[in-house]
């Protein structure tokens, strides 16, 4: 066996670990991703890939970086050296590397690893269940997960294995079908209402991958789907309760009682607006909870939440610890991180479109479950994440590569 073949086989080996298996094997995603992104460092003095990915998709570059570089220029503003406040961050960084690696392989690319989604969907829905039962919890998740990042992650696994095999026919169809169904199941039993509204709007995409699009179609996708929530609604117990949950709480806190799920949330965008206005440019840094505190004695927050900053959407939180280039890190990660596969969804190439409606719908799902939600806030995350977007940025450029050379 030559040393391609060795190299490919590792890749692939580490990206099937690293999505398949990130949920449920503690450690596996930070550790593998690390080692791919060496790998990538490595493999680019064979060829310095890094330069090509900055020629053709400089804003997805800026888009992995923004927001940790900005989170470590605060840090050190401060003279504050505790970097744990950046871990997450600037593991998204990675994906560069990551990109690189792939791009060596000869057959490792989106069409290929699309099992691995498939697996990961089955294994977290298996052992998040599994959890449950053990420890007499309501909504599913692994053991060393939160509820709401893990089903989000399923959710884009399974919308990005449908979209690229439903297209397939044959077997594919049936697997997307299958796949689909394990993710809204995931979705259900997790009861992550922020994560039930990302899995509401995607489906549109779903539908249009299955039916083509136009005015009229999405008028009729946009009826079917209302009927079906409203349906869901009044037959399932869960979804009622929640939903109603989330009402009640929401007339509490404008009722001036801020308490429950929602009022936390409600309470920290209040409190992110005072924490704006006092310091505009560049926050308070990312460790919050003093500044909480103190607003907490001055009544201005609740006591439940002044430690509780993995409930702050990313939107209030950027805003309160880095001010107006937090918002503009914000802006850059789901603009300049959607910016290639945006193109590629409006190119004339099946598969580059699917790649780019992929690489849509993961943004969209993550911009929306970020209003409840730091959905990349733990490192493992970023390193799922940065795996995810390296794999389908290098299948696209092999791809737009490959029509270049025909």
């Not at 890094?50 to 003279?79: E, S």
């Not at 792939?102 to 989106?110: A, D």
């Not at 389908?392 to 450029?397: A, F, M, P, V």
Request: net charge positive; with cysteine; hydrophobic share 55%.
């Amino acid at each position: 066996m030559n040393f391609q073949k060795i190299y490919d086989f590792l890749i692939f080996g580490l990206v099937f670990l690293i999505i398949s298996c990130g949920f449920i094997w503690r450690g596996t995603a930070t550790s593998a991703a690390a080692l791919l992104a060496l790998i990538g460092i490595a493999s680019a003095f064979k060829q310095n890939y890094f330069k090509v990915c900055w020629d053709r998709y400089w804003p997805w570059m800026l888009a992995m970086c923004a927001i940790g570089l900005a989170i470590v220029t605060r840090q050190l503003v401060d003279l504050d050296f505790r970097m744990r406040f950046a871990d997450s961050a600037t593991r998204l960084m990675i994906a560069i590397p990551i990109f690189v690696a792939l791009i060596h392989t000869n057959f490792v690319n989106f069409k290929t690893m699309r099992w691995a989604l498939f697996a990961a969907i089955f294994l977290m829905l298996i052992f998040g269940y599994y959890h449950a039962v053990v420890a007499g919890d309501p909504r599913i998740r692994t053991e060393f997960t939160n509820t709401i990042p893990y089903s989000a992650f399923c959710l884009i696994f399974g919308v990005a294995f449908f979209i690229c095999s439903y297209r397939l026919g044959g077997w594919d169809r049936v697997a997307a079908i299958i796949a689909i169904f394990g993710s809204y199941l995931a979705l259900y039993l997790s009861q992550s209402r922020g994560v039930w509204v990302a899995g509401a709007v995607v489906s549109l995409f779903l539908l249009s991958s299955v039916f083509g699009f136009s005015r009229k179609k999405f008028f009729i996708f946009l009826f079917v789907l209302i009927a079906a929530l409203v349906s869901a609604y009044f037959f399932s117990e869960v979804i009622r309760d929640r939903v109603v949950m989330a009402v009640s709480e929401c007339h509490q806190f404008f009722m001036g009682q801020r308490h429950g799920s929602i009022g936390e949330r409600l309470d920290m965008a209040l409190v992110s607006y005072y924490i704006f206005k006092a310091y505009p440019l560049f926050g308070v840094g990312r460790d919050i909870s003093p500044v909480l505190h103190m607003l907490h004695e001055q009544g201005l927050v609740i006591a439940s939440v002044v430690n509780a900053t993995d409930t702050h959407g990313e939107l209030f939180f950027n805003a309160a610890s880095l001010g107006v280039v937090g918002l503009l890190c914000y802006c850059a990660f789901y603009i300049g991180g959607s910016y290639p596969f945006w193109k590629a969804a409006f190119s004339q190439e099946p598969e580059a479109v699917a790649l780019g409606k992929v690489g849509l719908a993961s943004s969209m799902i993550l911009f929306i479950v970020g209003f409840t939600h730091i959905t990349l806030g733990l490192v493992m995350y970023a390193s799922i994440y940065a795996t995810f977007q390296g794999l389908l940025l290098s299948s696209l450029y092999k791809l737009q590569q490959m029509k270049a050379s025909r």
